[in-house]
């Protein structure tokens, strides 16, 4: 079991309703003695508890003084200002260009030790050629209906991959079989891009394992995701990136992507299902 996107950012709100309402309790307060300390509707205690509605630092500040709970205002209005930035829009994130986009993780893999990378359906983006790259982000651009500054974005894209050859950091990456046989390109951009994988798989920094569709496995990934050292991690959906920090989430994606690590061919066995993909396509070239 995994945590789907939109639940992720759900279940966020609903772990600061939590807090509330526990603050709430704890200072021996029903929702309708809360709601007549602050000035609110009694209805507006429910939806702040349940996660419904996102409260304000002011609202947060009007309910640790009516509970005589001012030390936890700091820390309450952090874990808001986390939630609401939790759930990232593409549409705004790309007013300027999908450049931007393809910049804004710089910082997060110059400061990350440790990635794991799971993706089932495309070529993680450290690994994509320029081409492979261009047909991915040409879609993207017209379905987000951005700025088109795809030769761009696809610059920016291949100059964060330098981050693999520092060797003070580590790729530990789980791929599906439906990555190398998704046909998003034309046959001779998708056999250049296999020929990048395995150049890839040699560096001593990264290990690529792929699971075979016909295998028998214990664990199945729901979505693709990306994981900063146990710090963070980062999934999409078509709209939206979802960055979680939450411990009990992260260390929950943690053991999926090592459930998934297991069901992985790696080494000659996994170098063998890719040189089988690229000799499928020699005879459509």
């Known amino acids: 079991m995994t945590i789907t996107p939109p639940d992720a950012a759900r279940k966020a709100r609903e772990a600061l309703g939590l807090r509330l309402r ?12 809360l709601a007549a300390a602050t000035g609110w509707h ?3 205690v429910s939806k702040l508890e349940h996660g419904v509605q996102a409260p304000s630092n002011e609202d947060i500040r009007l309910w640790c003084a009516a509970c005589s709970a001012e030390d936890q205002y700091t820390d309450l ?22 450049k931007q986009l393809m910049l804004k993780p710089v910082p997060l893999y110059q400061r990350t030790r440790r990635f794991r990378i799971y993706e089932h359906r495309v070529m993680p983006g450290l690994f994509q050629t320029s081409s492979y790259a261009s047909a991915i982000l040409k879609f993207w651009s017209g379905f987000l209906d951005v700025k088109s ?7 920016a894209r291949m100059d964060r991959q330098h981050v693999l050859y520092d060797n003070t950091k ?3 990456v789980v791929l599906e079989q439906s990555v190398l046989t998704t046909r998003f390109c034309e046959p001779d951009a998708l056999a250049g891009q296999l020929d990048r994988l395995l150049s ?43 960055e979680v920090t939450a411990p009990q989430e992260v ?9 998934l690590h297991q069901c992985a061919l790696y080494g000659k066995d996994a170098r063998a299902l890719i040189i089988d993909m690229q000799d499928e396509l020699a005879d459509r070239i």
């Open 251 to 259: 260390a929950l994606y943690g053991r999926m992507f090592d459930l």
């Open 170 to 172: 580590t790729f530990a």
């Open 42 to 44: 009694f209805t507006r």
């Open 200 to 242: 890839v798989m040699s560096l001593p920094n990264v290990s690529v394992g792929i699971v075979p569709s016909t295998r028998q496995r214990e664990a199945v990934g729901q979505v693709s995701f990306w994981m900063f050292d146990d710090k963070l991690f980062s999934l999409e959906t078509p709209t939206a990136s979802i």
């Open 149 to 155: 500054d795809v030769d761009e974005a696809v610059a």
């Open 22 to 33: 526990e603050i709430r309790k704890d200072a021996g307060l029903t929702g309708r003695e």
């Open 77 to 98: 209005t952090a874990q808001a200002r986390a939630v609401e930035s939790m759930y990232l829009e593409y549409k705004r994130q790309t007013r300027a260009g999908m």
